[in-house]
T-cell receptor, first 112, second 117 residues
Framework: AQKVTQAQTEISVVEKEDVTLDCVYE???????LFWYKQPPSGELVFLIR??????QNEISGRYSWNFQKSTSSFNFTITASQVVDSAVYFC?????????FGQGTELSVKP | ETGVTQTPRHLVMGMTNKKSLKCEQH?????MYWYKQSAKKPLELMFV???????ENNSVPSRFSPECPNSSHLFLHLHTLQPEDSALYLC????????????????FGAGSRLTVL
């Protein structure tokens, strides 16, 4: 069965701290895609990144970086020098057959 | 308008009411989705329409009835709901599902917050 686990329900940090959001997935497929979405208080989920299972290169986009490790079935997300605007719920998701399976989300609160 | 628009943003209804949620996308996508987001639970996929045909129905109770009249519009008709149906209902769109391991990026609307009394 496919499953995505985000063990951290809530994280609270102070502005400028680095924070890592964990994501562990389960799948029997060899070809799959992993995603991260951000859900700010306004409600809509915003796409952050998509990674296919054959590309284990880490990715950096500004203050955001992602660490994909197939050996541990993890796709962790790090925010460097966090800002108040980063406060949101972050979802990791696994794509199977074109439909997304979401984790339960991690609520990040960045305090000034 | 751009992106995915959902109306109404907030809805309060009694258990005997009939109401509808509307979703419209202006992205030229040909697949649309309904997700339910309840507190402390993962997003649950309810329905998927691809090229205006329903391709996914995840054991959703019949009191939820989707309608997709064209590739730009998606409705969720609600009748005789229960209090446990109170949730945020999110609409999303993407290009049509391709292959067994699709890589579709979904674009979401802001959701319709439903409260059933």
């Amino acid at each position: 069965a496919q499953k995505v686990t985000q063990a951290q329900t809530e994280i609270s940090v102070v502005e400028k701290e680095d924070v890592t959001l964990d994501c562990v997935y389960e799948t029997r497929d060899t070809t799959y895609y992993l995603f991260w979405y951000k859900q700010p208080p306004s409600g809509e989920l915003v796409f952050l990144i998509r990674r296919n299972s054959f590309d284990e290169q880490n990715e950096i986009s500004g203050r955001y970086s992602w660490n994909f490790q197939k050996s541990t079935s993890s796709f962790n997300f790090t925010i460097t020098a966090s800002q108040v605007v980063d406060s949101a719920v972050y979802f990791c998701a696994l794509s199977q057959g074109g439909k997304l399976i979401f984790g339960q989300g991690t609520e990040l609160s960045v305090k000034p | 308008e751009t992106g995915v628009t959902q109306t109404p943003r907030h809805l309060v209804m009694g258990m005997t009411n009939k109401k509808s949620l509307k979703c419209e996308q202006h992205l030229g996508h040909n697949a649309m989705y309904w997700y339910k987001q309840s507190a402390k639970k993962p997003l649950e996929l309810m329905f998927v329409y691809s090229l205006e045909e329903r391709v996914e129905n995840n054991s959703v109770p019949s009191r939820f009835s989707p309608e997709c009249p064209n590739s730009s519009h998606l409705f969720l008709h609600l009748h005789t709901l229960q209090p446990e149906d109170s949730a945020l209902y999110l609409c999303a769109s993407s290009q049509a599902v391709q292959g067994a391991t699709g890589a579709n990026v979904l674009t979401f609307g802001a959701g319709s917050r439903l409260t059933v009394l």
